[in-house]
Each structure stands twice: as C-alpha cells, then as structure tokens.
C-alpha cells in the first residue's frame, strides 16, 4: 500500500464517515494498479471481499472527491458485440504513478505502467478539454465482447464521431488502427476520424481518415 493510497483513503472516509478504511485503501490500490481498464464491481467486489454495492459506493465517493473519472462505454446499437462497462481513469496521472510505486526507469521497461498511465493521462486531457469546448461533444470509450476497443470515442450531438488510440511507443503499425476501422466501417460516413496518439514526432497518413499524431498534439489549436 503506499502513502498515497493511505491519504486519498484518510481524506474520503472523514468526508464520508466510512468505517472500514483499509477497504478503500485496497480498492484505490486495486484502481491504480488497473487505470484504463474496465470497471467490474463484481469483479472488485470478490478480490476485496465486500459486496458489489459497497464497491459502487466507493466508487461514486472517489469520483466525488476527483481522484477517478468513470469513461461511459460507447455504443448505438451497431452491434450487440459491445460491451456496456466503463472505464476508470485516475484524474492525475502523477499521483497514480506514484501511488504504483513508478520512478522514470520502471515506466519504460517492457511490462511497465507506462502505458496504462499515459492512456489515463490522454482520457482525463480530453475530458478537461471538453468542458471548455464550444461544441458539445460527449467522451466514451468502445469496446466489443471478442476485444476489438477504441480508448477514447468523441461524438457530438449530431452523431459523429472521432475514434483515439493511445500508443506507448515510438512507431505506429497498420495494426493499431484496427479497432478505428471496425469502427469507421460499421459508422460509414459519421465516422470523422480515427487518430492513434504515440510518442513519436511525425504526423503520419494512415489511409481514409486515419493517421498517426504525436501525442503533443493534444494541445494544437486548429
């Protein structure tokens, strides 16, 4: 457990009177250790031994005192293949990696919570920068049962959509965009874009509406 889970608990028990603090300490560790993936409470429930609406309970406390983000999971009916369960992002990436216990060197080995780190990172900059968008558009995450996903679908109130991928590398492949053309294919012409975000430098063509962007991208005007 580290001293970062211990003062998140501390903080959201005295706001809500929660009895059984080392509960909420081994959910947040639980939340850390699994930032981007899906949210089961079921699933959370069993490994903390506490029944699913405790489980749900913390989670709307956490939210409430901005540690977590829940990704609504996307979906219009295009296929009865997709998955209805969110996901869970920690708002700051720099208080995640220090409650995993990540220094500089641990982020980039092999296996590493760098990706899951810089996924949650591209989710929450998206949400902050929707709350001062002038269109509104919605954030979501798409993700089908045979595990073809899209970590971040942007859609606005017509309908249309722009499909981001998160990449922790340098290179981008032709497979990386294979859940943005499931989804292009099935959206057709309300499909805007599909972007995979990496760490590269290089704006990169892709085919029909798609390419590779740097990450750094995320705070282009235009």
Not at 60 to 81: C, D, G, H, M, Y
Not at 132 to 141: F, G, N, P, Q, T
Not at 159 to 179: C, L, M, N, P
Request: net charge neutral; aromatic share 6%.
């Amino acid at each position: 457990m580290s001293c970062w889970s211990a003062l998140i608990a501390r903080d959201v028990r005295q706001l809500a009177e929660i009895e059984r603090g080392p509960e909420m300490r081994a959910l947040i560790d639980l939340l850390t250790a699994r930032s981007g993936q899906l949210l089961v409470a079921n699933g959370l429930s069993n490994e903390l031994g506490v029944s699913a609406s405790t489980v749900n309970r913390y989670l709307v406390l956490l939210e409430e005192v901005f540690l977590i983000k829940r990704v609504p999971a996307w979906s219009r009916n295009l296929s009865n293949r997709a998955v209805a369960t969110p996901k869970a992002a920690f708002t700051d990436s720099g208080v995640a990696a220090n409650a995993l216990g990540a220094d500089a060197r641990g982020l980039i080995r092999p296996g590493g919570a760098f990706g899951p780190l810089l996924e949650g990172f591209v989710l929450m900059e998206l949400a902050r920068q929707l709350t001062w968008s002038d269109e509104l558009v919605e954030l979501y995450h798409y993700r089908t049962k045979d595990g073809t996903e899209v970590d971040a679908v942007l859609e606005n109130r017509q309908g249309r959509v722009v499909g981001i991928e998160v990449k922790a590398a340098s290179t981008v492949r032709a497979t990386d965009f294979k859940g943005l053309k499931h989804l292009a294919d099935r959206l057709g012409d309300d499909f805007v874009a599909g972007v995979v975000l990496y760490t590269g430098t290089q704006t990169l063509p892709f085919g029909d509406r798609m390419r590779a962007r740097p990450v750094g991208a995320l705070w282009e005007v235009g």
